[in-house]
C-alpha cells in the first residue's frame, strides 16, 4: 500500500478521498476495510488482502486505503493470521503490513463539531452529501442534492454529543499513541484548513511525498458540506452547557 489515510468517523476523510480520487494518480482509497470488521470471519484474510490492494488501486499504479481508528483492533487480529511481527507497538501487524506505506493523519480541530456531526448523521441516517442531485457519490448514506432543512427533526442530546467528545478524543489519542510507538511521522492534515484551500494543496503534497510529477488538473468536488446553522446552534448551546455546569461530568452528562 503506498497511502494509508488514517481517520475517525466524521473528521472529513469522505471528501478528502474524493479529492484523492479525483486526481486519478492517488489511488482509489475508500474504508475497504469495512467487510473485514462486519462481514463473516471464516474469510482468505489473504486473499482479501490482494482484493484489496486491486480496488485501492488508480492506473498509474498507485495504491491507498482508508483506517478508521475504531477499526484498528479488528484489522490487526485478521492481518495476525497473514503476518507475524516482533515490534513492541500497539496493532504491529497493522505497522508490519503497511511498513512502506505514507501514513497520512486527517483530523478535525474542533472536536465538538464533529461530535454533534455524528449525532446528527446517526439521526438521520444521512452521512454525505452532493451538490447537484444528480451526481453519484462514491460512498453510502449520501443524499443527492443538499437539502438545508434535511436535519430539521434532529434531536439536541448533550449526553450523546459529550460521548461522541470523549470518544473523538480517545481515538485521536490512539492514532497518536500508534504513531509514536512505531516511529511513524505522519503527514497531517486538519479538516478545517483542507476543506477552506481552493488550490487543494493537500494533493500537491501527496504526491510530492511519493515522487509525483505535476503539476495536474484538480477536479472540483461533488461532496456538500452537510453542516448548517442547526449544527451552529447545538455547538453554541453544548459549550454553554458544559461551561454553566463547570465541566463536572456527573452533573453535565
Not at 472529513?12 to 462486519?38: A, C, H, K, Q
Not at 497473514?82 to 504491529?92: C, E, H, T
Not at 453519484?136 to 436535519?151: P, Q, S
Request: with cysteine; glycine share 6%; proline share 2%.
Amino acid at each position: 500500500m503506498d497511502i494509508v489515510v488514517c481517520a475517525t468517523q466524521r473528521c472529513g476523510s469522505t471528501l478528502f478521498l474524493e479529492d484523492m480520487r479525483n486526481i486519478g494518480i492517488l489511488g482509489m482509497p475508500e474504508e475497504y476495510f469495512i467487510s473485514w470488521i462486519d462481514g463473516p470471519q471464516d474469510q482468505d484474510w489473504r486473499k482479501k488482502l490482494q482484493e484489496l490492494h486491486d480496488k485501492a488501486r488508480s492506473a498509474n499504479g498507485v495504491t491507498a486505503v482508508k483506517i478508521m481508528a475504531n477499526q484498528l483492533s479488528g484489522i490487526d487480529n485478521r492481518l495476525a493470521t497473514l503476518v507475524s511481527s516482533d515490534a513492541d507497538g500497539i496493532f504491529p501487524h497493522v505497522a508490519h503490513t503497511f511498513n512502506d506505506a505514507l501514513w497520512v493523519w486527517l483530523h478535525r480541530r474542533d472536536v465538538v463539531e464533529q461530535a454533534i456531526s455524528r449525532v446528527i448523521a446517526r439521526q438521520t441516517k444521512v452521512y454525505h452529501a452532493t451538490e447537484d442531485h444528480k451526481f453519484e457519490h462514491f460512498t453510502g448514506n449520501a443524499m443527492r442534492g443538499y437539502d438545508e432543512n434535511y436535519n430539521r427533526d434532529a434531536e439536541y442530546d448533550r449526553t450523546q454529543i459529550f460521548r461522541e467528545v470523549n470518544s473523538i478524543t480517545l481515538e485521536a489519542l490512539t492514532w497518536r499513541h500508534f504513531f509514536e510507538s512505531h516511529k511513524i511521522t505522519p503527514l497531517e492534515f486538519v479538516y478545517e484548513d483542507v476543506v477552506q484551500d481552493e488550490d487543494m494543496r493537500h494533493l500537491d503534497m501527496l504526491m510530492k511525498r511519493l515522487g509525483i510529477a505535476g503539476p495536474v488538473s484538480k477536479t472540483s468536488r461533488t461532496s456538500a458540506k452537510l453542516g448548517n446553522r442547526r449544527n451552529i446552534e447545538w455547538r453554541e448551546r453544548f459549550l454553554r452547557e458544559a461551561a454553566g455546569s463547570h465541566f463536572n461530568l456527573a452533573k453535565f452528562s
